[in-house]
């Protein structure tokens, strides 16, 4: 097929994806677009990239530098993202009290900016670090979060997931991208690099998995069908990503988490809650016993790694070694700069620019102190999506998932707390809790998360509600 017919049937079908979704009169705030608009980018490329704008990151210095188109769009979403916090300043108190160590983590980030050797950089990175905070308050904060949400996925899902097939197999100037080193081609669609071609795959698919099982049990409805085939293209599209691009973190992830998500939604495992958490410690268990303690290294084979994890294992030792400050780190965002940088791709041909594992990356950046408040992070974040699928499980179910992605992902790469880093996003959403929100109005007209009428009920009422679903 002739590269511009390609064009034109990927957009009918992109806006087929939206006519099917339609039905969904549910109003949200027009708002929303912020965050879908960062979001957007922070699952593809940057402005300057879209743009060609400026030269790839291939010294130190440029990593101190940045894009100044890049700066000036970020701030201007966020400077508009934070004026739609203030105008909701009651319902974002709630979410803010709700959620205190999550607040107190991007405080302390804050405060490591006096230690940092780079503040100026590391303040910029803070700025735009809070940004993915903001924007996930933008999107909690609306009247109807749960639509809300629904509604960002969508308006994501259906735009980049078929223009990254688009590209891989129509425009390869766009959708290839090539080792700067060894020249070796991969296919990275409309994102920058192969491995955020598989996080928004792995995202976007348990997003598009939760909507198909959502459709599927509805069992009437004129357009039950259409869902179903609608979300059935977007995970057929995924799957063909992930395993031409044998982006193996992700797809690992999204089959575990997938798993979790379908286990969650039988009728007698929410009988019996103690279930989920034996699987997930399992799942956990199984993946440190085989990525780190060298059982099972067929399985490791398998998915075409060694057990040096492509030496990712040799690349922590010399990290760790170079801590000056094991308590507090180097400050937030600070790491991977001047003599630090500059030794680490001396060393390694690869130029590494993060530690490929979350949590030492947090280490590196906040030591011993950040770790401790991610584990209240983390811990906390578990109840609250635990909290949120005992209430709700189809819609809790969901949250569980996306909160398993986001601890195994960090095994092997590093997005905790990572800016615009989608798997830290989704999984901001999974664990922030909103059961202290107070919803402004209630319309009779309003559809829940599977397109039924919701009951007319009382502003107070709803504020009693003891869980929402996002």
């Known amino acids: 097929m002739p590269p511009p017919i390609a064009g034109v049937v990927c957009v009918l079908l992109i806006l087929g994806l939206f006519w099917v979704d339609r039905y969904q009169k549910a109003p949200t705030s027009g708002a929303l677009w912020i965050p879908v608009v960062w979001l957007s980018l922070a699952c593809s490329r940057s402005v300057a990239q879209w743009l060609e704008l400026g030269s790839p990151m291939d010294s130190p210095d440029q990593y101190l530098e940045g894009s100044p188109i890049d700066r000036l769009v970020y701030a201007g979403l966020l400077v508009v993202g934070l004026i739609v916090l203030v105008n909701r300043r009651r319902q974002v108190g709630g979410l803010l009290r709700a959620n205190l160590p999550i607040l107190l983590f991007f405080l302390y980030c804050a405060v490591s900016l006096l230690w940092s050797d780079y503040p100026t950089v590391a303040l910029k990175r803070w700025a735009k670090a809070i940004g993915d905070l903001v924007m996930v308050l933008v999107v909690l904060s609306d009247s109807e979060p749960s639509v809300a949400f629904e509604r960002l996925l969508a308006r994501m899902t259906y735009v980049l997931i078929p223009l990254s097939v688009l590209f891989i197999k129509y425009y390869r100037h766009l959708g290839t991208g090539y080792d700067p080193w060894g020249g070796q081609a991969h296919y990275i669609g409309v994102t ?279």
């Open 192 to 470: 920058a690099n192969k491995n955020t071609l598989g996080v928004i795959c792995l995202c976007f698919g348990l997003g598009s998995l939760w909507r198909f099982l959502a459709a599927y049990r509805r069992r009437e409805g004129t357009r039950r069908i259409q869902q179903l085939g609608a979300q059935g293209v977007i995970l057929g599209m995924v799957l063909w990503i992930l395993w031409i691009t044998n982006s193996m973190t992700s797809l690992s992830c999204f089959l575990m988490a997938s798993a979790l998500f379908l286990t969650t939604n039988l009728r007698a495992v929410i009988r019996r809650p103690a279930v989920v958490h034996i699987l997930i410690a399992t799942m956990l268990t199984a993946s440190v016993y085989v990525l780190f303690l060298g059982v099972s290294p067929g399985v490791l084979e398998t998915m075409g790694r060694n057990p040096t994890l492509t030496d990712r294992t040799e690349v922590w030792t010399l990290l760790l070694s170079l801590v000056r400050n094991p308590l507090f780190g180097t400050g937030f965002e600070s790491f991977w700069l001047g003599p630090r940088l500059e030794k680490m791709w001396s060393t390694y041909w690869w130029h590494p620019n993060e530690a490929h594992n979350g949590y030492i990356e947090v280490f590196l950046n906040l030591g011993w102190m950040g770790i401790a408040l991610l584990a209240v992070v983390i811990v906390t974040g578990y109840r609250t999506a635990l909290a949120a699928w005992r209430s709700d499980p189809p819609k809790g179910s969901l949250r569980m998932a996306y909160f398993l992605a986001g601890v195994v992902y960090n095994f092997t790469e590093a997005a905790f707390f990572k800016m615009m880093a989608p798997v830290w996003v989704f999984f901001l959403f999974a664990i922030i809790s909103v059961r202290e929100v107070p919803c402004p109005k209630i319309r009779p007209s309003a559809q829940n998360l599977f397109g039924h009428t919701s009951p007319l009920i009382s502003e107070q009422a709803r504020s009693t509600l003891s869980e929402e679903a996002f």
